[in-house]
């Protein structure tokens, strides 16, 4: 392959893989950190829902047996 046409092809590929990467930058994207936070929040506030919702005894309150 001439050395010319080498060039021109790869100056063409350049320009083709820029504009390529500037329409991926501009993509919208949706985090996906905040659809792990959403989740674990909405896992905790499941798990809160399971426990039984009555007083607990401390360590140093007086029992009554």
């Known amino acids: 392959m001439h050395p010319d046409t080498h060039l021109q092809l790869h100056a ?13 930058r501009l993509m919208p994207r949706t985090p996906r950190e905040d659809l792990r936070t959403r989740l ?3 896992m905790v506030e499941l798990g809160l829902r399971l426990i039984p919702n009555r007083p607990t005894l401390s360590a140093h309150s007086p029992r009554t047996a």
């Open 12 to 24: 063409a590929r350049s320009t083709e893989l820029r504009r390529q990467a500037d329409e991926f």
């Open 40 to 42: 674990g929040w909405t």
